[in-house]
């Protein structure tokens, strides 16, 4: 018996887009509920979408208001966000708020689909941490907090493992440097601490850390752990 069809929220105001990803979606096996406001979002959630898709540039409420609404009712929903605002600081605001991802226009539907694919995977991950995470020759063992590359022990100092740690528990999702540095130091702490500590990381379980196959920088925003293959 084929498990049914995940259920993905549309939110956006323009026809065209939401016509193109439903369209897009549906042929990859989606089931496609859309919403061309923020109201019409809220009523839409009894349908208990396993995804959303959310445009920032609503008509009736500010998408990053909606963002934080989605979460308060739903606090474990992927949320990509999709936007025609590319500058650094609404990605920054709109992670920060709990989105999972966010993807500017124009966009590719297969980068999109990625990206879907990943909140969701992230999501599961995140409902029952597993004991040990593997990725690629990196092995890290959240029970005994050992950690190898491949199968040779790997010496981290304490606070290289809690950021090791806290990017395992988030794998896939983008984490920005507001968020790491309140996690690991407090909010007033130097934003250089998180630079530093990812450098540090990379040079120990990176085969190059110059081009690194684990942490992917996301530029001026944060990082992302690369997920299980």
Do not use: C
């Not at 259920?7 to 859309?34: C, F, N, Q, S, W």
């Not at 708020?97 to 969701?120: C, H, Q, W």
Request: charged share 25%.
């Amino acid at each position: 018996m084929n498990a049914p069809a995940l259920k993905v929220l549309v939110v956006d105001d323009e026809p065209p887009i939401r016509k193109l990803l439903r369209m897009g979606l549906t042929a990859e096996g989606y089931h496609v509920i859309d919403a061309p406001n923020g109201k019409a979002a809220l009523a839409e959630l009894p349908q208990k979408p396993d995804v959303v898709i959310l445009d920032l540039g609503l008509p009736d409420v500010q998408g990053l208001e909606l963002l934080r609404a989605l979460r308060e009712k739903n606090e474990g929903i992927p949320i990509v966000v999709l936007s025609s605002r590319a500058d650094e600081a609404a990605k920054i605001q709109a992670l920060d708020l709990g989105a999972d991802d966010y993807v500017t226009k124009p966009f590719s539907m297969n980068e999109l689909l990625a990206r879907i694919r990943a909140a969701v995977r992230h999501q599961l991950q995140s409902q029952g941490e597993r004991p040990i995470f593997q990725v690629g020759d990196l092995s890290v063992d959240l029970v005994r907090r050992i950690v190898k590359m491949r199968g040779q022990d790997v010496k981290l100092s304490p606070k290289e493992y809690d950021l090791l740690r806290l990017f395992v528990q988030h794998a896939g999702k983008v984490l920005t440097h507001n968020y790491l540095l309140d996690q690991l130091w407090g909010p007033s702490a130097d934003a250089q601490y998180v630079r530093v500590y990812v450098r540090q990381l990379r040079n120990k379980i990176e085969p190059q850390p110059d081009r690194p196959e684990y942490i992917h920088t996301e530029t001026g925003v944060g990082y992302r752990l690369r997920l299980p293959d």
